[in-house]
Each structure stands twice: as structure tokens, then as C-alpha cells.
């Protein structure tokens, strides 16, 4: 058992952490602010090779794997989460990797890579978010084509998306809920698609989040990704790929804290010593230091485990809720630390504070990630 990073591993973070470094401290607070995406900065960390490393080097990616994106995402969520979301702007081409036919892949895939493109996932509705089997948008076949309607909500980048990969009823007189279901790519300049940016997000607030309305919006068949009917079964292996990302920004967020408060209590001083003279200050500093070892470890084994073909949906499930648990927790005692301070914008802990909690809700909501966990320990 082998728990060092490779040498390429090392570049990669060293890389991603020099890009972030570089590219997102000086202007985060103004795009928080203004609720902006970076999309110079997106084009940046495309031609740098930083978005969708897990695509194989035949589709223009680094044939890397999910492990070194995750790894990706927690060095730019270490600077800073909102523009660190940029990197979702390859989200769907999990599914088309997995389930999509060889001119679907050459077609959607090397864009993302290249910066040409934006690809979205749309599975969450007003109505449905962690009950995915209640998701009520329609995709009809009527010849060649798939008339779609409905609507969609909180989708990341769904307003700059050229393609948006879209969990639809393909049958709706079907009751079994595994079998309602397809996956289908629709492209972003067809009528009748319409994408409105939700604004005052609590974080991630350089990150654009969305409503999609779809009013008979035709698509061909072709644009089916895998199987129909089993879209399901396809939405749950996409997201033991994606809430990989989410424990790399949990633990992203978690890490930027982290320095932040450490970089505090060396320097404020209070009854004639620092911060960290103090042993109610060190004992908090340990064990946000121990979480945060913690939780890096979970993921990097569920991910490694993932890039060799061996899912454990229990251990993705248990990273999942753990790292974000640990951004909440972690951010919440930096903040503490850095008392009033830590409570004005001038300190970039405020907006670290702000957006950790999403990761405990997107991708899985953590009481949905503990009830996956009970039911692989107990059965179904």
C-alpha cells in the first residue's frame, strides 16, 4: 500500500495551486461582489490543461483520472471557491464518457478541453432535488426527434452552456422509476431553450447557477446518451464520479481556512501574547488540522478506487458527507478566530465561511449521502 503522490500528481497540485494563486487573489472579492464568471480565467485554466484531465488523450484531454481533477479542485477551492467552480464547466461529459456513442464523444468532448465549449448537467427541478425519481421534465419521441418540456433549477453554468446534458421522462406511463428515465444532450442555441441566472447566492457567488425552461424544444434521437430508459441507473454513476469534485472543494475550502486562521493567531495578539500561545487556541487548531488530513484521505482512496474501476458507492458516499461536514465545521472555527474581523468582507475568511456550505447540499445532500452509507451496511 502506496499512499505517495506520484511525480506528476505533485506537478499537477503544485500547478494548480501556482495558477490559482495567480490568477483568482487579486480579483475574488470583486467577482463575489459583482456575482461574476470569470470566463478569461476559465479560458485560462483550459489552455493550461486543468479542465476535464480525467478525458483520454484521444478526445484532446491529459488521460489523467478523477483523482488529479478532485486534486485540481481542491487547490483552486483552497484560493478561492467561486472562481474554483469554474472547473465544473466540463460537467456532463462524465455521463457522455461513460454511456456516449464515438460521435458524441468526438463531437462534445475535446471543446470542454480546448475552451471552446461549456457543457452543463440538468437533473435538479423546483420540485425535485434529492428525489431524483420525482424529476417531471418530458422528452417525447415524435420520429426522429425528442420534444422536450420542462423545467430545471440550480444548474452551474447553465446560462453559458453549449450543451447541457438533461435527465428527462422518456416514459411516463412507466412506474418503475429505474425505467422512466433517459439521459439527452441538447444544445444550447435550439428554440424554445431559455436560461435565467439565479442571483443572491449565499457563495460561490462567481459561480453562475441557473433556471432552464425547455417549451418544445427538438432534439434528434441521436442526441440520446446511452440506453433509453435507463437514465437512472446512468444519473447515480455520474454522480460517483462528481462528488469526488465536491470532497476535493470540501476539503479545498477547508485547507484555505485553515491557512488563513493559522496566518492569524501567529500575528493578532491579546493579553500580551498571540493567538497561538494559547492552549484553547492550539487544541482547536489540531483537531481542524486532523479533519482535514482526514478527509483528504477519504477521498483520495474513493478516487483512486474509482480510476481503477472499483466504485464503492459506501466510501464515495462517506466522503462525500465527511469533506463537506469538514468545510462547514472548519470554515466556522477560522471565522471564530479571527473574531469581528472574520465577520466583514475585508477578510476573505467571510467568503470562505459563505461558501462551504454548499458542498454539504449539491451533489448529494449529506443526509442522502448517510442513508446510501446505512443502506450498503444493511441492505436495501
Known sequence: MDFTLSKEQEDIQQAAREFAVGEFKDVAGELDEKE??????????????????????????????????AMIHEEFWRVDPGIGCLLLATFGSESVLMYGTEEQKKKYLPPLVKGEAIMATAITEPDAGSDVASVATTAIKTGDEYVIN??????????????????CVTDPEEKNYKKRFSMIMVETDTPGFEATKITGKMGIRASNTTELSFVDVKVPVKNLIGVEGQGFSQVMEHFNRTRL???????????????????????????????????GIQLRIAEMASRIELARNMYYKAAWLADNGKIDHKLVSIAKWYCGETGVRVTDEALQMHGGYGYIKEYDVERFYRAAKVVEIYEGAKDIEKLIIAREILGR
Open 36 to 69: 461574476e464568471f470569470p470566463k478569461d480565467i476559465w479560458k485560462k485554466a483550459c489552455d493550461l490543461g486543468f479542465l476535464g484531465v480525467f478525458i483520454p488523450e484521444e478526445y484532446e484531454g491529459a488521460g489523467f483520472g478523477f483523482l488529479e481533477q
Open 150 to 167: 420542462g423545467t430545471k433549477m440550480f444548474i452551474t453554468h447553465g446560462d453559458y452552456a453549449d450543451y447541457i446534458v438533461v435527465l
Open 245 to 279: 469534485y465536491a470532497c476535493g472543494q470540501g476539503v479545498g475550502v477547508s485547507q484555505g481556512a485553515f491557512d488563513m486562521a493559522v496566518a492569524h493567531i501567529t500575528k493578532r495578539v491579546a493579553f500580551g501574547q498571540t493567538l497561538s500561545k494559547f492552549q
